[in-house]
């Protein structure tokens, strides 16, 4: 069994630019969660994604947009950044909708907004 | 609004000795608990859970207790070993589904 990547470990934007994290979720698992993890703070559910479709949805505007494709891999992209989006970004893959022990989670991408 | 919570950021502790970890959550829908460690530079790992039905369950050196009247959870760790020197996130789940409402983690520092 492979573990979740994350690309890249770390980027610097400038706000108002757009942003595309990327996940591999562990082989087999067809559900990917999105969390983001403000300095200081416990990590904030953003999305599901559950064979493709979005399967939830935390307190975060649209321009926290989505996408998973069918090898296991998923996108995070955030459009017209803010300060306030610098934060690490967690995905976590699980093999299902219902499977929160097994949710296994990424090192995270290191999102910094100037 | 923060519906779980974690009043203690940091706790230090002698290595072999005991180590409570404390987590109070508001929300009455949370029926699934779950403990989180997460070292630098890695994703948090899951660590044990526990059922709203339960109000206690073990794992090796690991211990979860529920007070559901209480809205408190806590984990016990003992002995206390510097390998378990890390961030601990409580986290809460309503109903089915993966969606985690996470607390804000305490730091533990086991000094040898």
């Known amino acids: 069994e492979t573990g979740v990547t994350q690309s890249p470990t770390h980027l610097i934007k400038t706000r108002g630019q757009q942003v595309t994290l990327r996940c591999s979720s562990q082989s087999g698992h067809n559900t990917v969660s999105w969390y983001q993890q403000a300095l200081g703070q416990g990590p904030q559910f953003i999305f599901q994604?559950?064979?493709?479709?979005?399967?939830g949805r935390g307190n975060f505007p649209p321009r926290f947009s989505g996408l998973q494709f069918p090898n296991y891999s998923s996108e995070l992209n955030v459009n017209a950044l803010e300060l306030d989006d610098s934060a690490l970004y967690l995905c976590?893959?699980?093999?299902?909708?219902?499977?929160?022990?097994?949710?296994?989670f990424g090192p995270g991408t290191r999102l910094t907004v100037l | 609004d923060q519906q779980v919570k974690q009043n203690s950021p940091s706790l230090s502790v002698q290595e072999g000795r005991i180590s409570i970890l404390n987590c109070d959550y508001t929300n009455s829908m949370f029926d699934y608990f779950l403990w989180y460690k997460k070292y630098p530079a890695e994703g948090p790992t899951f660590l044990i859970s526990?059922?709203?039905?339960?109000d206690k369950n073990e794992d090796g050196r690991f211990t979860v207790f529920l007070n559901k009247s209480a809205k408190h959870l806590s984990l016990h760790i003992v002995p206390s070993q510097p390998g378990d020197s890390a961030v601990y996130f409580c986290?809460?789940?309503?109903?089915?589904?993966?969606?985690?409402?996470f607390g804000t983690g305490t730091r533990l520092a086991v000094r040898p």
């Open positions: 976590a893959s699980s093999p299902g909708t219902s499977y929160a022990d097994t949710q296994y």
């Open positions: 526990i059922s709203s039905i339960k």
């Open positions: 986290a809460a789940r309503s109903g089915s589904g993966d969606k985690l409402t």
């Open positions: 994604y559950y064979r493709e479709e979005e399967n």
